[in-house]
């Protein structure tokens, strides 16, 4: 399913929250207490990367991203992999929303991670009996202002739903994705976009 975004000013007190950092001095901006910013110092690391903090029954989710720039791609990846086990791990523990706060000095980290916790949160149950129940929990994201740039952001949002646009497609059967229905999908997103679509007939396509 596809998760709402949206830019906040901070954090609130009781949000579940998932931190990006890519060096443990930045922990000290997480406002958690010194027992468990020595814990984490201790046990993250680069193959051991995220560690998940239950505080009173709120998940606190700390992802070690570290950057490196000469292997830009590589790195990118591997926050969108992170992404998607974050994912995972909010929807295993039935979370439905979380506030992401990025402490790396590279704000780019956010866009590929939410990429990839955005794109693995995907599911078409139309034709599923047991929708209500296969239905992931997690559903809304908020990001704080200073982790993205608000124009990555609604970037960002505009790949996503392009993408599960085009994933519904694929996985409808044929029998209702119908040249005729194809053209009807494509003129009401095109429509909520702000475009005008033409859509040629069999007659306009053989004059």
Known sequence: MAIKISSVSSAKQNDNKIFLFSDTKQLKEAQISAANQKYLTKNISEKNNYIVLNDEGIQQVFVYAKHD??????????????????????????VESATLINLCDDKRCSYFFIEGLSLANYQFL???????????????????????????LTELKNIIDAVFFARDLVNEPLSFLTATQLAKECTKIGKAAGLKVEVFNKKKIQS
């Open 126 to 152: 139309k034709y599923k009996k047991e929708k209500k129940t296969l239905k992931h929990s997690f559903s809304k994201l908020n990001v704080t202002n200073k982790s993205i740039k608000s124009a990555q």
């Open 69 to 94: 720039k000469s292997n830009a791609d590589k790195c990118n990846e591997k926050l969108r992999q992170y992404g998607s086990t974050v994912t995972s791990l909010l929807n295993k523990s039935k």
